[in-house]
């Protein structure tokens, strides 16, 4: 008797050996992202490397308040932007607060960013809580319609997934698992406005989005994701191997409002900022620039990839 | 002779009193009729009716819009302004009669409250209450076919809050505003509809 299970116990073991995703057909989850930033006050900060052929972009997010502080960030991006030709500005939403007539649309978005209009650089809009969902028409956001929408980057093997963090709809969730499934580009960097993951003591983390997002996040390989809605900056400790930015410090301010909490990588409220982000293969550079031109962050991500 | 006359009288005193009889029960079957209230509306039958009206609202709004230059043609400001303020007055126009309770009935009403007290009581209701609330202070005063207010955030509708609500069609949103629902046309910008404090405190 005891000679006849031997080979069948031998087989059990063989198939439990073989990882339950390859017998799905899924492929392995990616491994984590790999932050690299100044350990130190002191520490000088990361360059980013203004390479030719990388992917320059920019971020920012609750910004539209038609205040002194909008135009003076939005004047050091100009300047900044000379230095760093960034191609696209991500918006991670509350492009415009109060009211949205035509006036306000110039005086809380076109007249401070006009260098960078005149210059070529395309925005990518994002709606927030206090965005009309007209915005969505309002071609310079380049939302094509959409309220929620991906699109490639000009360079790099990189596409952006901008959602409606407002409304999550099924049909909205469906739509990002199938797009992330689809799609097969080294870097998938989503962005929208609510933060499921942050320190502010106003909002705060949104644990019923995180619920929804996270797993698909997990699952198709998402690198990095961008939110603003707290106003400030936070770069978040990777969660489950995903690195997560809070931007929104482009206009609004709640200057003490980051919590001490064990999520914080690093966190800056005292003043407006934005980001300048680099990609290039697998190292995405990053800094945090205030108001007054100071790199208040910065440091390399090595995106997630597949096991 | 009596019993004569008697028999061929019979048949027609017959007749009148089974007419009486008929017209008294008729009557009364008809009082009683009127007197029982109607049974409401099963959740089915109002979640039914509640689609066909927004389809019919979404019908309309379509034809309306056909009538101006398309969304996606908009760019500037101006233009997105324009056509939504034009979109809205014909919509207003269209619905001069409107209402509160035209689409949120005493049913839809009913069964909103349910949803909210199913998905707020449990074990996630406390954080999705405050997904909700934030940033949501609400007015002292809605009025249909009247534009969003502006200076109002647009609340967060978390999933567990949209998927057992009838699906909408076409431009159409739900939001809350302090504690009460509304039935937003996002692209006209106007409140369609809103119902009393269904959010509990």
């Given at each position: 008797?005891?000679?006849?299970?031997?080979?069948?116990?031998?087989?059990?073991?063989?198939?439990l050996?073989?990882?339950?995703?390859?017998?799905?057909?899924?492929?392995?989850?990616?491994?984590?992202?790999?932050?690299?930033?100044?350990?130190?006050?002191?520490?000088?900060?990361?360059?980013?490397?203004?390479?030719?052929?990388?992917?320059?972009?920019?971020?920012?997010?609750d910004?539209?308040?038609?205040?002194?502080?909008?135009?003076?960030?939005?004047?050091?991006?100009?300047?900044?932007?000379?230095?760093?030709?960034?191609?696209?500005?991500?918006?991670?939403?509350?492009?415009?607060?109060?009211?949205?007539?035509?006036?306000?649309?110039?005086?809380?978005?076109?007249?401070?960013?006009?260098?960078?209009?005149?210059?070529?650089?395309?925005?990518?809009?994002?709606?927030?809580?206090?965005?009309?969902?007209?915005?969505?028409?309002?071609?310079?956001?380049?939302?094509?319609?959409?309220?929620?929408?991906?699109?490639?980057?000009?360079n790099?093997?990189?596409?952006?997934?901008?959602?409606?963090?407002?409304?999550?709809?099924?049909?909205?969730?469906?739509?990002?698992?199938?797009?992330?499934?689809?799609?097969?580009?080294?870097?998938?960097?989503?962005?929208?406005?609510?933060p499921?993951?942050?320190?502010?003591?106003?909002?705060?983390?949104?644990?019923?989005?995180?619920?929804?997002?996270?797993?698909?996040?997990?699952?198709?390989?998402?690198?990095?994701?961008?939110?603003?809605?707290?106003?400030?900056?936070?770069?978040?400790?990777?969660?489950?191997?995903?690195?997560?930015?809070?931007?929104?410090?482009?206009?609004?301010?709640?200057?003490?409002?980051?919590?001490?909490?064990?999520?914080?990588?690093?966190?800056?409220?005292?003043?407006q900022?934005?980001?300048?982000?680099?990609?290039?293969?697998?190292k995405?550079?990053?800094?945090?620039?205030?108001?007054?031109?100071?790199?208040?962050d910065?440091?390399?991500?090595?995106?997630?990839?597949?096991? | 002779?009596?019993?004569?006359?008697?028999?061929?009288?019979?048949?027609?005193?017959?007749?009148?009193?089974?007419?009486?009889?008929?017209?008294?029960?008729?009557?009364?079957?008809?009082?009683?009729a009127?007197?029982?209230?109607?049974?409401?509306?099963?959740?089915?039958?109002?979640?039914?009716?509640?689609?066909?009206?927004?389809k019919?609202?979404?019908?309309?709004?379509?034809?309306?819009?056909a009538?101006?230059?398309?969304?996606?043609?908009?760019?500037?400001?101006?233009?997105?302004?324009?056509?939504q303020?034009?979109?809205?007055?014909?919509?207003?126009?269209?619905?001069?009669?409107?209402?509160?309770?035209?689409?949120?009935?005493?049913?839809?009403?009913?069964?909103?409250?349910?949803?909210?007290?199913?998905?707020?009581?449990?074990?996630?209701?406390?954080?999705?209450?405050?997904?909700?609330?934030?940033?949501?202070?609400?007015?002292?005063?809605?009025?249909?076919?009247?534009?969003?207010?502006?200076?109002?955030?647009?609340?967060?509708?978390?999933?567990?809050?949209?998927e057992?609500?009838?699906?909408?069609?076409?431009?159409?949103?739900?939001?809350?505003?302090?504690?009460?629902?509304?039935?937003?046309?996002?692209?006209a910008?106007?409140?369609?509809?809103?119902?009393?404090?269904?959010?509990?405190?």
């Amino acid at each position: 008797m005891r000679q006849k299970y031997p080979p069948l116990i031998a087989l059990a073991a063989i198939l439990l050996l073989i990882p339950v995703s390859y017998c799905a057909g899924i492929p392995a989850p990616a491994g984590p992202a790999a932050v690299v930033a100044p350990q130190s006050e002191n520490a000088p900060p990361v360059k980013l490397p203004n390479k030719s052929g990388s992917l320059k972009f920019a971020v920012l997010g609750d910004f539209g308040t038609a205040t002194q502080r909008e135009y003076e960030l939005a004047a050091e991006m100009a300047k900044f932007y000379t230095g760093f030709k960034f191609d696209i500005v991500i918006l991670v939403g509350d492009n415009l607060y109060g009211a949205e007539r035509p006036q306000d649309f110039k005086a809380k978005f076109e007249d401070p960013y006009k260098p960078l209009l005149d210059a070529g650089v395309k925005f990518y809009g994002a709606l927030g809580n206090h965005d009309a969902r007209a915005q969505r028409y309002y071609k310079p956001f380049n939302m094509g319609g959409e309220l929620y929408y991906s699109f490639k980057a000009p360079n790099e093997k990189v596409r952006f997934f901008v959602l409606d963090s407002t409304y999550p709809v099924p049909e909205q969730i469906d739509w990002l698992e199938k797009a992330l499934k689809d799609s097969s580009d080294d870097w998938k960097i989503v962005y929208f406005h609510h933060p499921i993951y942050s320190s502010g003591g106003r909002h705060g983390s949104d644990m019923k989005l995180r619920e929804t997002l996270e797993p698909l996040f997990i699952k198709y390989n998402v690198s990095v994701a961008f939110a603003g809605h707290d106003h400030f900056y936070e770069r978040i400790k990777p969660q489950h191997g995903i690195v997560y930015f809070v931007v929104g410090s482009g206009g609004q301010l709640a200057v003490g409002d980051i919590l001490k909490t064990d999520l914080t990588a690093k966190g800056f409220d005292t003043d407006q900022a934005f980001m300048a982000v680099e990609i290039s293969g697998d190292k995405m550079y990053f800094n945090t620039i205030s108001r007054p031109g100071e790199v208040v962050d910065s440091g390399i991500i090595e995106r997630r990839i597949p096991q | 002779m009596m019993r004569g006359v008697n028999r061929s009288a019979m048949p027609n005193q017959m007749s009148r009193y089974i007419l009486r009889f008929v017209v008294v029960l008729g009557a009364l079957t008809g009082m009683v009729a009127a007197a029982t209230p109607k049974a409401p509306p099963s959740e089915a039958q109002t979640v039914a009716a509640f689609k066909e009206r927004v389809k019919e609202y979404v019908a309309l709004h379509e034809k309306l819009e056909a009538t101006l230059p398309k969304f996606a043609e908009r760019g500037t400001p101006e233009q997105v302004d324009k056509n939504q303020r034009a979109l809205g007055a014909l919509i207003k126009s269209a619905r001069s009669d409107a209402k509160p309770g035209d689409f949120f009935t005493p049913g839809m009403v009913a069964l909103v409250k349910r949803v909210l007290g199913e998905v707020l009581s449990g074990p996630a209701g406390k954080t999705i209450k405050a997904s909700i609330m934030d940033e949501n202070p609400g007015v002292p005063k809605l009025v249909i076919n009247e534009r969003y207010p502006s200076s109002v955030p647009l609340s967060t509708m978390p999933p567990e809050i949209l998927e057992p609500l009838p699906e909408l069609k076409g431009e159409l949103e739900y939001r809350f505003i302090g504690r009460r629902l509304i039935l937003l046309d996002t692209e006209a910008d106007i409140i369609l509809d809103f119902t009393g404090n269904v959010l509990p405190q």
